[in-house]
């Protein structure tokens, strides 16, 4: 019996429903052979040891598959609460435990668990500036700058680590001048770093944290030289040592610090905002110290680290970076555009701790430290 013949016509669509069907199976790599520049990029960043998943889609299947993710972070309580509500809703298969951790003191003690591997049960770990080059070693190597660049990740790209590729500086800080209007007259408010050192600041007059990352920060604008020799200048004004913005910042309120040199933008509105008495005055000395902060990196021993990729990139997107300033004032990167930092400093000369500069930060600090004599904190009485 003669099979009756098949017109090409009839038979196209089941050459489409094949090829279709090929590309439903292989996503990724055919995303991948697809898109050059793509390839090109995986292809790169696996010559040099590092993971790169070519679509937002996959990373978000092997999260689904993980179902958690757990982190440590360095910001605010209140922020946390905020972005986990959202995230949660964002990807509702993900059981999400988020801790604070705030404080050097708080960050050794979690580097030495990183470094003695009982911090297993965390995916996502807080990468203290003062040890950052010690954490390195221990964090997932995935090209998270890489996926960034080529849209798998929603993440503007400055916020990331362009020499280790796999670190995420969630916040910025910026340092500003504060001053206790009652007991400082408007005509001697400092208008340049400079105007520290005069006569009428001698003697525990105005306070400096011994942690000095605000006068550490002023070294890619003036050069280490000059910075450590401000630093020394500082130091024999005899200034109040001090140890924690927070608790200087509420020592002013009560009437105890004058004038506190280098805190936080976001903890000095933070402290007007509770300031019933409204003596707390701050101002803004150029070039103003900005660096990025409360930076965030997945451990090589997480079991979830899909579901941090997720997390990251939601921290980093603006709608957190927004929850980030509504509970945080002045707290979200500067290189997120529109976020409250970035516009209260636009058109002012900064000295910006780029990410060229990050790991110098460690070395920068121990020699400010030097020049200032190792003082002791100490308290005014």
């Not at 990029?41 to 757990?70: C, M, P, W």
């Amino acid at each position: 019996m003669r099979l009756p013949r098949l017109h090409i016509s009839a038979l196209f669509p089941i050459y489409l429903i094949a090829i279709f069907g090929l590309f439903i199976k292989v996503p990724s790599a055919f995303a991948a052979s697809a898109n050059p520049a793509l390839r090109e990029a995986k292809q790169e960043a696996e010559s040099k040891g590092y993971i790169f998943l070519n679509t937002h889609d996959e990373i978000v299947s092997k999260a689904k598959k993980e179902g958690k993710v757990r982190i440590i972070t360095g910001v605010e309580p209140a922020v946390i609460k905020a972005t986990t509500e959202v995230f949660r809703k964002k990807y509702p298969f993900l059981d999400v435990a988020i801790e604070p951790i705030r404080g050097t003191e708080q960050g050794q003690r979690n580097l030495l668990e990183v470094k003695s591997g009982a911090a297993r049960d965390w995916d996502i770990v807080r990468t203290f500036t003062d040890f950052y080059s010690e954490y390195l070693p221990h964090l997932w190597k995935v090209d998270i700058l890489g996926m960034a660049e080529h849209g798998v990740l929603a993440i503007p790209p400055k916020m990331i680590d362009p020499g280790n590729r796999n670190v995420l500086a969630v916040l910025s800080r910026s340092q500003v001048t504060a001053y206790n209007k009652n007991l400082v007259p408007p005509n001697q408010v400092p208008k340049t770093w400079e105007d520290i050192l005069k006569p009428e600041f001698k003697g525990k007059k105005f306070a400096v944290d011994i942690r000095p990352q605000e006068i550490a920060a002023l070294v890619p604008a003036w050069g280490l030289e000059k910075t450590v020799d401000f630093a020394r200048k500082v130091a024999a004004q005899q200034p109040i040592w001090v140890r924690g913005g927070s608790r200087t910042l509420a020592a002013m309120v009560a009437g105890e610090v004058a004038l506190f040199i280098g805190p936080n933008y976001d903890s000095v509105k933070e402290t007007q905002r509770k300031d019933r008495t409204g003596a707390i005055q701050f101002t803004i000395v150029e070039p103003v110290p900005v660096r990025g902060s409360s930076e965030q990196a997945i451990l090589a021993t997480s079991r979830n680290p899909h579901a941090a990729l997720l997390w990251l990139e939601y921290i980093a997107s603006p709608e957190a970076q927004k929850l980030i300033d509504e509970h945080e004032p002045l707290g979200a990167s500067i290189y997120v555009k529109g976020s409250a930092a970035e516009r209260e400093l636009r058109g002012k000369k900064l000295s910006v701790v780029s990410w060229e500069h990050h790991q110098s930060m460690e070395q920068w600090m121990v020699k400010i430290v030097e020049a200032y004599g190792f003082p002791r904190a100490e308290t005014k009485k």
